[in-house]
């Protein structure tokens, strides 16, 4: 009997927990699937790649060309080497400024120690050949480190860094705007690569075997551009791209005027400076030299003229040595070498666009024409007048008295 009231007693409560359930329960919503759009991943290359580079390159998608990508290898490329050219610039900065006082204060302290042997006279003794000693070893070492620095030209190198550094960060800019407005093709790719390796050929950052020649028989501009055959014939040109033949005419003037005056200024003065260099490069060196000799004649004869000689061409090689480095004559030259090398460039920039007959070929002359004048400082309606000046000049006879420039 009570099994039975226990068995109806989990039956009634078991069909009251499932009516409190159904009571409860929360209807199910209907299943909503949400589909993601699927993203494109880049090819990656192989693993043989990776593992060369460090990292995977990507490959040609339907998206973007593989012309794009290999810029952006480039821009990587530049962005390194204008890191790499500022910090060399900065170290060669400091070797000029450190070798520069070093010599100075052993030069300065060689010859005051040969001042005070001379002062001192025979009877001295030890003291005194302790300083003739002292004052021939360091005007030596000045010698060997004064024909060092006058080897490299350190304020030169810097001068070196410091273009390569602008004109890497020029052609950055110039591949950045590429990416932006335009469409690169494989030829845009071959061009920024030839204009990479171009700047680090006219640019080398090792010293030993690569280093440009710091004393040259001339001044010669600095070339940091790929050289290219422009075609040249008498095809007629159509007025077309923004081209017309006033346009050319004044594009021709504008290159006769750079040469005649611009080009050759700065070559005038360019070799001026580099005269000068030779020479202070020689006689500072020469003065220690003949310094250390007057001190080793000072220690064997006690001569007191000796002494006088030493100290002397010791005061005389720390002035030339401060001029010529802490002026910075080397890096005077390697300002009218690049100046140079500018207009230069802007010559054979003129004159190989001139030279497409082609017009559609060519760059938009109302773009050119605004870079041109731009780049020499001046606007569109000066620079039609320093063209109109020179075609004036030629006709008459007489010299052309103004330049190109604005900027130099």
């Not at 070799?271 to 004649?297: D, E, H, Q, R």
């Amino acid at each position: 009997m009570t099994s039975l009231h226990a068995s109806n007693f989990l039956l009634s409560s078991s069909s009251s927990s499932n009516q409190i359930r159904a009571a409860i329960s929360v209807p199910k919503l209907p299943s909503v699937r949400f589909s993601a759009p699927k993203l494109r991943q880049p090819t990656i290359q192989s693993e043989e790649s990776n593992r060369k580079y460090g990292r995977p390159l990507v490959q040609q998608t339907s998206s973007v060309s593989m012309a794009t990508f290999q810029l952006y290898a480039i821009l990587e490329a530049i962005g390194d080497r204008v890191e790499m050219h500022n910090n060399i610039g900065e170290q060669r900065d400091n070797w000029n400024t450190l070798l520069l006082n070093s010599i100075n204060m052993i030069t300065l302290t060689a010859a005051t120690m040969a001042g005070f042997a001379a002062a001192t006279g025979v009877g001295a003794g030890v003291s005194a050949m302790g300083l003739k000693l002292a004052s021939s070893v360091m005007f030596s070492a000045a010698t060997g480190m004064l024909v060092l620095m006058n080897k490299i030209q350190p304020s030169q190198l810097v001068e070196e860094q410091r273009n390569a550094t602008r004109l890497f960060k020029q052609l950055q800019s110039q591949i950045r705007t590429l990416l932006a407005v335009g469409s690169p093709c494989q030829d845009d790719v071959n061009d920024a690569m030839e204009k990479v390796l171009a700047l680090d050929k006219a640019y080398p950052l090792p010293l030993l075997g690569v280093m440009l020649d710091k004393f040259p028989a001339s001044l010669e501009p600095a070339v940091w551009w790929p050289t290219k055959q422009s075609p040249n014939s008498n095809k007629a040109l159509n007025n077309n791209n923004g081209w017309t033949k006033e346009l050319e005419m004044e594009m021709r003037e504008v290159v006769e005027v750079i040469k005649r005056k611009d080009s050759e200024d700065y070559e005038r003065l360019g070799n001026k400076a580099l005269n000068m260099n030779k020479v202070l490069a020689t006689a500072g060196p020469l003065l220690t030299g003949i310094a250390a000799l007057g001190s080793a004649f000072m220690v064997s004869s006690n001569s007191p003229g000796a002494a006088t000689v030493a100290a002397v061409a010791g005061a005389l090689a720390s002035a030339v040595n401060t001029f010529e480095h802490g002026g910075q004559v080397g890096m005077v030259f390697e300002m009218y070498r690049n100046n140079a090398g500018f207009f230069k460039h802007m010559q054979e920039s003129i004159e190989s666009t001139l030279d497409e007959c082609d017009v559609e070929k060519r760059e938009n002359g109302e773009l050119f024409e605004m870079k041109v004048a731009l780049q020499l400082g001046r606007s569109l309606s000066e620079l039609r007048d320093v063209a109109k000046k020179s075609s004036y000049s030629r006709i008459e006879g007489s010299p052309m008295d103004e330049f190109a420039s604005k900027l130099f």
